[in-house]
């Protein structure tokens, strides 16, 4: 149903030259769109009852981040989703209330150079009177700059390598002590690279006891993101089918070449396999954590990784030069399908976590 | 099979090096290293050095200003060139239309032309493809209709590389409709500053605007801008693809993208060690890096075969398709390397005179953009599937 709505929103006031001009536009973002999106309570979606939404579970965010992939959608949800499902576990239900509900762009500040797991967290909070100070830099923070609310994961304890002592905070992002660098994405929106110079910051949940509350809001990531994927290749594939039924080369339809359409049916294979992972993440979403969740989600973010590019360089190729250029729909979602591997954590990267979790299931 | 040089290969080698190492001017190859925009005047730049050591045409022979290299001089040299990332020489006139003229062309023509290539009066630019007209390039539709002393051209061009700077296009026109496609064909020099031409620029995914549109009302041009006879253009046209396949393989160029990859995986990192040894990503180097080093070999192959008399043919499919691929595989690593630092687009950080803090790695702007771009690799100059085509029927007899 939602699904529906979000589909009709988009054919409607988000058609891609729309989306286009709002995605390489000063803002990266349209936030007449985000607002009517917001009246439409569509991010409720992603969350249960308990924490102001209407759904929540894995299939409830897969299929809406199908749809927002299927779009090109480059509305701030994913930073609502990710924000909102931490805060969901410290509890602050005041602040949830306001995501849920879209009224604050909120971005979830975790990236640091070279560190793909929380326990690789560099970046140091310290106490300073009653209150935090954060210290460091995070990159690549979707919508950075638009966000009203920043929630960023810090060291408070510990050094980088331990699971432990990694900490969730509420930052102005209009403090003296933040700096936002932010920049157009090749794909599309924009995202900063966060300075904090001791800035000021409010502990969320328990000091030095954020991992769960972070990995529950990146699973719900990997599971946006591998779904987000699956809805531009399901259009790269109804596009690049459509351009070979009717581009005509050497008096026939390029469809009519054995060579071409064997290429498609491959198309078509992993795009199957890449949305039963997806399935398969989403369903293993809503148990309780476990190594075979994680897996689920790991397997589904490799998959979205590998098939991805896969789909974007022969939907591409088989275009031809057309299939290049800026003015054709399909350049902009190969370029999305692409970049997805470079959020949170690319295909290798969950191909050693499969592995690894893989080897902690048989050692346990 | 002798892999190394002679010894007059190897001080032909040195002398080379020593020369790059001269006259190669540190900013262009820095540029070409970090996959950075070159603008008009880097590449007039380079050609204008190349053409005062009398470098710069190594397809032609020294009567015409060339340098008279065998093949396996002119490998050698593209292989160092590209070793020391020296931007690459514009194919256009000097390696598509100068064979051209010297096979097909008058005398007169050859006394005009050939001279404005070298020291860069004219800029060229290719006009094959046109929208109906891409794979399939003998459909082609753009007429030329003889009027008195003159050709009267009208229709389109697309996919110009670079026709924004060009003075002149050599172009494939249809000048009879009467029978087969290829027979109706010929090859027509035009003025792009001629009364009628409309040049139009195509953005590419990564913001590149390298080709244009290129529409022609009403063109005249003079009949003896003609190359060859009327009709002639489809001959001239598979000619010249021998020459526009050669070095096909990009063997030294990928060797450079290569040793840039690896100086980036010693330095990004990923789960607390050096990215060079993440064993999937050490996996992904190697795995490239033994492809190229075969494909290198395959290369001298088919080189020793030219040397020896042997015309490339198929062979330079072959070449093509290994080369594209494994280029693109080493542009998948390097915007992969970057990780996060991948996604910024920050046009102005490859142009010139963009002095700000770089975002992330220093050479991270260009990744991501350089990646999306070499897709057109394996789609122009005959798609990869079209050369798949040629060994089918040519080598396999299919
Ligand atoms: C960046 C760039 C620069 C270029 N520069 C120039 C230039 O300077 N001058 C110029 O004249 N042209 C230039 N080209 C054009 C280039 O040569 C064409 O793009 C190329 O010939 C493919 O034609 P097309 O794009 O029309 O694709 P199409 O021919 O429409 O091909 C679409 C798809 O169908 C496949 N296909 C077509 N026929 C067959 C077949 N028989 N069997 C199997 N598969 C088939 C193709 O491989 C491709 O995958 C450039 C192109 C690009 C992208």
Same mark, same amino acid.
């Given at each position: 149903m939602i699904a529906e709505t979000l589909r009709r929103f988009v054919a409607d006031e988000l058609p891609i030259d729309a989306r286009n001009k709002a995605a390489y536009g000063e803002r990266g973002?349209?936030?007449?769109?985000?607002?009517?999106?917001?009246?439409?309570?569509?991010?409720?979606?992603?969350?249960?009852?308990?924490?102001?939404?209407?759904?929540?579970?894995?299939?409830?965010? =897969?299929?809406?981040?199908?749809?927002?992939?299927?779009?090109?959608?480059?509305?701030?949800? $994913?930073?609502s989703l990710m924000a909102g499902r931490a805060l969901a576990v410290t509890g602050d239900h005041d602040r949830l209330a306001a995501i849920v509900a879209g009224e604050t762009i909120v971005a979830f500040a975790h990236d640091e150079a070279g560190a793909d797991e929380v326990a690789d967290i560099a970046v140091r909070a310290d106490r300073a009177g009653d209150g935090w100070r954060i210290e460091g830099t995070k990159i690549v923070v979707p919508h950075g700059e638009a966000a009203g609310l920043l929630l960023v994961t810090a060291r408070t304890a510990g050094e980088a390598g331990e699971r432990d002592g990694v900490s969730l905070f509420l930052v102005d992002p209009s403090?003296?002590?933040?700096?936002?660098?932010?920049?157009?994405?090749?794909?599309?929106?924009?995202? =900063?690279?966060?300075?904090?110079?001791?800035?000021?910051?409010?502990?969320?949940?328990?000091?030095?006891?954020?991992?769960?509350?972070?990995?529950?809001?990146?699973? =719900?990531?990997?599971?946006? $993101?591998?779904?987000?994927?699956?809805?531009?290749?399901?259009?790269?594939?109804?596009?690049?089918?459509?351009?070979l039924r009717t581009r005509q080369q050497f008096g026939v339809a390029i469809g009519k070449f054995q060579a071409l359409q064997h290429r498609m049916a491959d198309l078509l294979l992993e795009i199957e396999q890449a949305r039963s992972a997806v399935i398969n993440a989403a369903a293993a979403f809503d148990e309780p954590t476990s190594s075979?969740?994680?897996?689920?989600?790991?397997?589904?973010?490799?998959? =979205?990784?590998?098939?991805?590019?896969?789909?974007?360089?022969?939907?591409?190729?088989?275009?031809?030069?057309?299939?290049?250029?800026?003015?054709?729909?399909?350049?902009?979602?190969?370029?999305?399908?692409?970049?997805?591997?470079?959020?949170?954590?690319?295909?290798?990267?969950?191909?050693?976590?499969?592995?690894?979790?893989?080897?902690?299931?048989?050692?346990? | 099979m002798n892999l190394n040089d002679t010894a007059e290969q190897a001080a032909f080698r040195l002398e080379v090096q020593q020369f790059l190492r001269d006259k190669l001017p540190r900013r262009l190859a820095d540029k070409v290293r970090t996959g950075r925009r070159l603008g008009k005047a880097d590449m007039e730049e380079w050609h204008a050095i190349l053409n005062e050591r009398g470098w710069l045409?190594?397809? %032609?022979? #020294?009567? /015409? &200003?060339?340098?008279?290299?065998?093949?396996?001089?002119?490998?050698?040299?593209?292989?160092?060139?590209?070793?020391?990332?020296?931007?690459?020489?514009?194919?256009?006139?000097?390696?598509?239309?100068?064979?051209v003229l010297?096979?097909?062309?008058?005398?007169?023509?050859?006394?005009? %032309?050939?001279?404005?290539?070298?020291?860069?009066?004219? /800029?060229?630019?290719?006009?094959?493809?046109?929208?109906?007209?891409? +794979?399939?390039?003998? @459909?082609?539709?753009? +007429?030329?209709? #003889?009027? @008195?002393?003159?050709?009267?051209?009208?229709?389109? !061009?697309? /996919?110009?590389?670079?026709?924004?700077?060009?003075?002149?296009?050599?172009?494939?026109?249809?000048?009879?409709?009467?029978?087969? !496609?290829?027979?109706?064909?010929?090859?027509?020099?035009i003025d792009m500053r001629s009364p009628g031409i409309e040049v139009r620029p195509i953005r590419l995914l990564d913001g590149e605007a390298e080709v244009n549109e290129v529409f022609f009302t009403d063109v005249r041009v003079p009949v003896e801008n003609l190359v060859g006879e009327e009709n002639q253009g489809w001959t001239i046209a598979k000619y010249l693809l021998t020459y526009e396949r050669t070095n096909i393989a990009g063997v030294g160029a990928s060797q450079a993208a290569l040793e840039q990859l690896k100086a980036v995986a010693r330095t990004q990192r990923r789960g607390g060690r050096a990215l060079i040894d993440d064993p999937l990503f050490a996996a992904r180097l190697a795995r490239v890096e033994?492809?190229?080093?075969?494909?290198?070999?395959?290369?001298?192959?088919?080189?020793?075969?030219?040397?020896? &008399? &042997?015309?490339?043919?198929?062979?330079?499919?072959?070449?093509?398709?290994?080369?594209?691929?494994?280029?693109?595989?080493?542009?998948?690593?390097y915007r992969r390397?970057?990780?996060?630092?991948?996604?910024?687009?920050?046009?102005?950080?490859?142009?010139? @005179? /963009?002095?700000?803090?770089?975002? &992330?790695?220093?050479?991270?702007?260009?990744?991501?953009? @350089?990646?999306?771009?070499? #897709?057109?690799?394996?789609?122009?100059?005959?798609?990869?599937?079209?050369?798949?085509?040629?060994?089918?029927?040519?080598?396999?007899?299919?």
């Amino acid at each position: 149903m939602i699904a529906e709505t979000l589909r009709r929103f988009v054919a409607d006031e988000l058609p891609i030259d729309a989306r286009n001009k709002a995605a390489y536009g000063e803002r990266g973002h349209d936030p007449a769109a985000w607002a009517r999106l917001a009246e439409l309570g569509i991010a409720g979606a992603l969350f249960p009852e308990d924490a102001g939404g209407f759904g929540g579970h894995g299939f409830d965010i =897969a299929v809406l981040f199908e749809e927002l992939g299927r779009g090109l959608v480059v509305e701030p949800f $994913l930073g609502s989703l990710m924000a909102g499902r931490a805060l969901a576990v410290t509890g602050d239900h005041d602040r949830l209330a306001a995501i849920v509900a879209g009224e604050t762009i909120v971005a979830f500040a975790h990236d640091e150079a070279g560190a793909d797991e929380v326990a690789d967290i560099a970046v140091r909070a310290d106490r300073a009177g009653d209150g935090w100070r954060i210290e460091g830099t995070k990159i690549v923070v979707p919508h950075g700059e638009a966000a009203g609310l920043l929630l960023v994961t810090a060291r408070t304890a510990g050094e980088a390598g331990e699971r432990d002592g990694v900490s969730l905070f509420l930052v102005d992002p209009s403090d003296p002590g933040v700096t936002r660098r932010g920049y157009t994405n090749i794909d599309g929106g924009r995202s =900063a690279d966060i300075g904090f110079d001791a800035a000021p910051a409010t502990l969320v949940g328990g000091e030095g006891a954020g991992a769960a509350a972070i990995e529950a809001a990146t699973d =719900a990531g990997l599971l946006a $993101l591998s779904a987000e994927a699956l809805g531009a290749m399901e259009v790269v594939r109804d596009l690049t089918l459509d351009y070979l039924r009717t581009r005509q080369q050497f008096g026939v339809a390029i469809g009519k070449f054995q060579a071409l359409q064997h290429r498609m049916a491959d198309l078509l294979l992993e795009i199957e396999q890449a949305r039963s992972a997806v399935i398969n993440a989403a369903a293993a979403f809503d148990e309780p954590t476990s190594s075979a969740r994680s897996r689920a989600l790991a397997a589904a973010k490799y998959t =979205a990784g590998r098939i991805g590019r896969m789909v974007a360089e022969e939907a591409v190729q088989l275009h031809g030069g057309i299939g290049m250029t800026w003015e054709l729909p399909l350049s902009h979602y190969a370029k999305r399908l692409v970049m997805i591997d470079h959020q949170l954590g690319d295909e290798d990267h969950h191909l050693a976590r499969y592995i690894a979790l893989g080897r902690d299931a048989q050692g346990s | 099979m002798n892999l190394n040089d002679t010894a007059e290969q190897a001080a032909f080698r040195l002398e080379v090096q020593q020369f790059l190492r001269d006259k190669l001017p540190r900013r262009l190859a820095d540029k070409v290293r970090t996959g950075r925009r070159l603008g008009k005047a880097d590449m007039e730049e380079w050609h204008a050095i190349l053409n005062e050591r009398g470098w710069l045409a190594t397809h %032609w022979p #020294r009567e /015409w &200003g060339g340098t008279g290299w065998d093949v396996v001089e002119r490998h050698i040299f593209e292989e160092e060139a590209a070793l020391a990332y020296a931007p690459r020489i514009l194919p256009f006139g000097i390696n598509m239309l100068g064979p051209v003229l010297l096979k097909f062309g008058t005398d007169a023509q050859k006394r005009h %032309w050939l001279p404005r290539i070298l020291d860069g009066t004219d /800029w060229w630019c290719q006009g094959y493809s046109e929208p109906g007209a891409g +794979s399939d390039l003998a @459909g082609l539709k753009t +007429s030329a209709v #003889r009027d @008195g002393d003159h050709y009267v051209v009208n229709g389109q !061009k697309t /996919w110009t590389t670079l026709a924004q700077y060009a003075d002149m296009i050599f172009c494939l026109v249809r000048t009879d409709n009467s029978g087969k !496609k290829q027979d109706g064909i010929s090859f027509l020099l035009i003025d792009m500053r001629s009364p009628g031409i409309e040049v139009r620029p195509i953005r590419l995914l990564d913001g590149e605007a390298e080709v244009n549109e290129v529409f022609f009302t009403d063109v005249r041009v003079p009949v003896e801008n003609l190359v060859g006879e009327e009709n002639q253009g489809w001959t001239i046209a598979k000619y010249l693809l021998t020459y526009e396949r050669t070095n096909i393989a990009g063997v030294g160029a990928s060797q450079a993208a290569l040793e840039q990859l690896k100086a980036v995986a010693r330095t990004q990192r990923r789960g607390g060690r050096a990215l060079i040894d993440d064993p999937l990503f050490a996996a992904r180097l190697a795995r490239v890096e033994i492809d190229l080093a075969n494909m290198a070999t395959t290369n001298l192959r088919v080189i020793a075969a030219a040397a020896g &008399g &042997g015309a490339p043919g198929a062979e330079s499919s072959m070449l093509k398709i290994k080369g594209t691929i494994i280029r693109q595989e080493i542009t998948d690593l390097y915007r992969r390397a970057f990780g996060a630092h991948a996604r910024p687009f920050v046009e102005e950080a490859l142009e010139d @005179g /963009w002095n700000e803090e770089p975002i &992330g790695p220093d050479e991270a702007a260009p990744a991501a953009a @350089g990646y999306f771009n070499n #897709r057109k690799l394996s789609i122009f100059g005959g798609s990869n599937e079209i050369q798949k085509g040629i060994i089918t029927k040519a080598i396999l007899g299919l």
